[in-house]
């Protein structure tokens, strides 16, 4: 993770030159607003990143002499058989054309999300599924 922070970070100082630059050359504030808001997220995820390295043991992609295979191993623990991506899908279909349409098509996406939501979260402290 150290090397993906370093990246980040030399990426955000690239990001706020490059924002500075273009400011003042094109008097332009929606791109130098979005360059300075990705310079933000840059730091924020390089900082995140290198703030974990130092928590965390040190990974093969920071060990020069690594192989390929000494990542390999179980990543977590992935639903195989949930609806609930499905429903927020939906949800948020319908919000989106709620903007495209009309806000009143949020009175139906926004139920739909909270079910998914609520759904996603639960799915596994109840019924035959329950892990908790």
């Known amino acids: ?3 993906q922070g370093k990246m980040f970070l030399w990426l955000a100082v690239f990001l706020l030159v490059m924002a500075i630059v273009y400011g003042l050359w094109s008097h332009e504030t ?3 607003t979005a360059l300075f808001m990705a310079f933000g997220l840059s730091v924020m995820v390089g900082y995140y990143l290198a703030f974990t390295a130092r928590r965390v043991d040190t990974g093969a992609q920071d060990r020069p002499d690594a192989d390929i295979a000494d990542d390999a191993g179980e990543l ?3 639903s195989p058989h949930s609806w609930q991506p499905l429903a927020l899908a939906i949800g948020g279909a319908l919000a989106f054309l709620g903007v495209i349409f009309g ?4 009175y139906f996406s926004a139920p739909i999300i ?3 939501i609520f759904g996603w979260v639960f ?3 109840r019924g035959a599924d329950q892990r908790y």
């Open 30 to 32: 929606a791109g130098t």
């Open 123 to 125: 799915e596994y402290y």
């Open 114 to 116: 909270l079910v998914g």
């Open 76 to 78: 977590g623990f992935f």
């Open 103 to 106: 806000w009143w098509l949020m």
């Open 1 to 3: 993770m150290k090397w």
